[in-house]
């Protein structure tokens, strides 16, 4: 009996057995879980090899850190949203992923500093970090100018692609979960460099591509077309002001 029904969830007949199954994964059933993790091996072997650029098995880091990111994912969803375990676990493997190659990178960069400190500026690496990360403050008449500045200048963003603050106002997602889902389908365009340049080039979303890698609906990607592609300038931006108002609700 389990068998089968874990048969119809894999070949995508039923959405609400895969759900019954992440609840049930999510409660404690090691088992369940461990059989979830298995037959989305493929997928998470796909997304990491889409992030990584090259063909990942078994043996890389990078394919424990998707099945480590897929485990999260599946204790994370709330099957009562909209979106797909299949989008939700793309972001957060695709996250876990880059917080992975970036870690790795400033490893790699604090130990040359710190073997170069000696033979060039002599300069405390722990002070010059600090130093760089370091905010610079504004004040609130600063502030304001830069708003505006950003408003004007996302509202000629906007209109280069057919698109005003007054439409999105009137096709925004109306329901939480439709707005995360959308949302979630901006990030993956924003930080997927072949989805935005072809956003950039040709002014529209690349449908088919997003169907196939997070399988989701055409339906439900031209439904939320303007807020998608708002979402994913926005992202990409560097409208600090702006992101503001999406602050929370991403991944």
């Known amino acids: 009996m389990f068998l089968s029904f874990m048969q119809e969830v894999f070949n995508k007949k039923s959405d609400a057995a895969l759900n019954e199954l992440v609840l049930m994964a999510k409660s404690g059933d090691k088992k369940v879980m461990n059989d979830l993790l298995i037959q989305f ?18 043996h890389d880091d990078e394919f424990s850190i998707a099945m480590s990111g897929f485990h999260d994912a599946v204790l994370q ?11 939700f676990s793309h972001l957060i493997i695709k996250r876990r992923l880059i917080d992975y190659f970036r870690k790795e990178s400033t490893r790699n960069d604090v130990i040359h500093l710190l073997k170069e400190e000696n033979d060039t500026t ?8 600090f130093d760089q990360s370091s905010i610079v403050s504004y004040s609130r008449e600063q ?22 603050f007054q439409e999105l106002a009137k096709s925004s997602p109306k ?5 995360r889902m959308a949302i979630q389908i901006a990030q993956i ?9 072809y956003l950039i080039a040709n002014k529209k979303l690349p449908v088919k591509e997003l169907e ?26 560097h409208f600090v ?10 991944i």
């Open 143 to 164: 502030q304001a100018a830069e708003r505006r500045e950003e408003i004007i200048e996302f509202t000629g963003l906007l209109k280069s692609y057919g698109l005003s």
């Open 189 to 197: 365009i924003a930080e997927t460099p072949e989805f935005y340049t």
């Open 241 to 250: 002001y702006i992101k503001e108002y999406l602050k929370g609700e991403f």
């Open 175 to 179: 329901h939480t979960d439709s707005r």
């Open 212 to 237: 196939s890698t997070i399988e989701v609906s055409r339906k439900t990607i031209e439904r939320q077309r303007k807020y998608i592609i708002a979402v994913a300038l926005l992202l990409n931006s």
């Open 77 to 87: 969803f709330n099957p009562e949203e909209k979106s797909s375990l299949t989008t």
């Open 41 to 58: 091996t493929p997928f998470m072997k796909k997304t990491a090899s889409f992030v990584c650029k090259r063909a990942i098995d078994e």
């Open 122 to 129: 002599g300069l405390d690496v722990q002070q010059y970090l």
